[in-house]
């Protein structure tokens, strides 16, 4: 029997929603996103990391089928970024670094204009939009003018216009980014909720490497190349129990002195970093001797910064 290979029907989900290929992306003679490889199973929370001019928006944009990859190949819900690019269109929700909404109209109005380009009826507009501004808190906010929400309000109802076509794998591109942190974390819940309600794939990237934590599986990209991958809880495990920071006016000397005891540095500024197992009270009589020859000297649970920070290290 002979197998025909098919492109996947409307319905169905393939088990990677996102792969990639010595995926890469140039701006004259510039790197932006080199050789990049991923394998994104469906449903999966997916962080991509890492500092501004990193490339994350370049990645988003070529997985979105808005720019072309100069190299390599990647396949989005089983579609081909260069040549399936309304099939992919039609599945995934792009939420960008800007906000796509009409600020004179209001918030649903918005989601209902996002349903009529997508295709929907109005009755599944009425529907979809009831349960989006419920789910992102803004039902008693539906008659607003966008113009008179607040920027945590915007973001959410901006996230919410990203998914009214309920797509296979919504990509959000630095979703908090100029947010304080009590509309970060009421972004991160709404993120959680529709992942729970929808089943729905996350694509995220931010520079705030701690709203990170709760991914299944994140990568760090650094000029373009992924340096770092691994689920965040892991990665942050395997850096030990303890990061000691100590601060000196004379980080070069102190640096040399301690390493021979305390390990590899990484010196930041004036901010000497060292990883360590020992126990609090072993810190505690480091604390104590180098009482004159520091400014200050404190431990605390590494994070995903810190795994960030050393492997650029290195
Ligand atoms: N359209 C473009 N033309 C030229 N260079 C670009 C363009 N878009 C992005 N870049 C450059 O590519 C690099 C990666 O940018 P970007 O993907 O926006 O990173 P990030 O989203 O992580 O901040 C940066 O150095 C940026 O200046
Ligand atoms: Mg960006």
Same mark, same amino acid.
């Given at each position: 029997?002979?197998?025909?290979?098919?492109?996947?029907?409307?319905?169905?989900?393939?088990?990677?929603?996102? +792969?990639?290929?010595? *995926? @890469?992306? =140039?701006? #004259?003679?510039?790197? %932006?996103?080199? $050789?990049?490889?991923?394998?994104?199973?469906?449903?999966?929370?997916?962080g991509l990391l890492g500092p501004n001019g990193a490339g994350k928006t370049s990645t988003i944009h070529m997985l979105s089928t808005l720019i072309s990859p100069t190299a390599g190949e990647a396949r989005v819900a089983g579609y081909d970024v260069r040549t399936q690019k309304l099939a992919i269109r039609g599945r995934i929700g792009v939420v960008f670094q800007d906000l796509a909404l009409d600020r004179m109209l209001s918030a649903a109005e918005n989601?209902?204009?996002?349903?009529?380009?997508?295709?929907?009826?109005?009755?599944?507009?009425?529907?979809?939009?009831?349960?989006?501004? +419920?789910?992102?808190? *803004? @039902?008693? =906010?539906? #008659?607003?003018?966008? %113009?008179?929400? $607040?920027?945590?309000?915007?973001?959410?109802?901006?996230?919410?216009?990203?998914?009214?076509?309920?797509?296979?794998?919504?990509?959000?591109?630095?979703?908090?980014?100029?947010?304080?942190?009590?509309?970060?974390?009421?972004?991160?819940?709404?993120?959680?909720?529709?992942?729970?309600?929808?089943?729905?794939?996350?694509?995220?990237?931010?520079?705030?490497?701690?709203?990170?934590?709760?991914?299944?599986?994140?990568?760090?990209?650094?000029?373009?190349?992924?340096?770092?991958?691994?689920?965040?809880?892991?990665?942050?495990?395997?850096?030990?129990?303890?990061?000691?920071?100590?601060?000196? +006016?004379?980080?070069?000397?102190?640096?040399?002195?301690?390493?021979?005891?305390?390990?590899?540095?990484?010196?930041?500024?004036?901010?000497?970093?060292?990883?360590?197992?020992?126990?609090?009270?072993?810190?505690?009589?480091?604390?104590?001797?180098?009482?004159?020859?520091?400014?200050?000297?404190?431990?605390?649970?590494?994070?995903?910064?810190?795994?960030?920070?050393?492997?650029?290290?290195?």
């Amino acid at each position: 029997m002979t197998a025909v290979v098919t492109a996947p029907s409307a319905s169905e989900v393939p088990r990677l929603a996102i +792969e990639a290929t010595a *995926l @890469s992306k =140039r701006y #004259d003679g510039m790197l %932006a996103a080199d $050789s990049l490889e991923l394998a994104i199973p469906s449903g999966q929370f997916f962080g991509l990391l890492g500092p501004n001019g990193a490339g994350k928006t370049s990645t988003i944009h070529m997985l979105s089928t808005l720019i072309s990859p100069t190299a390599g190949e990647a396949r989005v819900a089983g579609y081909d970024v260069r040549t399936q690019k309304l099939a992919i269109r039609g599945r995934i929700g792009v939420v960008f670094q800007d906000l796509a909404l009409d600020r004179m109209l209001s918030a649903a109005e918005n989601l209902r204009f996002a349903g009529l380009l997508n295709g929907l009826s109005r009755s599944e507009i009425k529907r979809r939009s009831g349960e989006l501004l +419920e789910i992102f808190g *803004l @039902s008693d =906010r539906r #008659d607003s003018p966008v %113009a008179s929400l $607040s920027g945590g309000m915007r973001r959410a109802l901006d996230i919410a216009r990203g998914v009214i076509h309920q797509p296979q794998i919504l990509f959000l591109d630095e979703p908090t980014i100029g947010l304080d942190l009590p509309n970060r974390r009421a972004i991160w819940r709404y993120i959680a909720k529709l992942r729970a309600t929808l089943g729905i794939t996350v694509f995220l990237t931010t520079h705030y490497l701690e709203e990170a934590a709760d991914c299944d599986e994140v990568a760090f990209l650094s000029s373009g190349r992924i340096v770092r991958r691994g689920h965040p809880r892991e990665l942050v495990e395997q850096l030990g129990r303890y990061v000691i920071e100590v601060e000196t +006016e004379r980080p070069a000397q102190l640096a040399q002195w301690l390493e021979p005891r305390l390990g590899q540095v990484l010196i930041e500024a004036d901010r000497l970093h060292f990883l360590c197992n020992e126990e609090p009270a072993q810190l505690v009589s480091l604390q104590a001797e180098l009482a004159a020859a520091a400014r200050a000297v404190r431990w605390r649970r590494p994070n995903l910064n810190d795994v960030f920070l050393w492997v650029n290290r290195t």
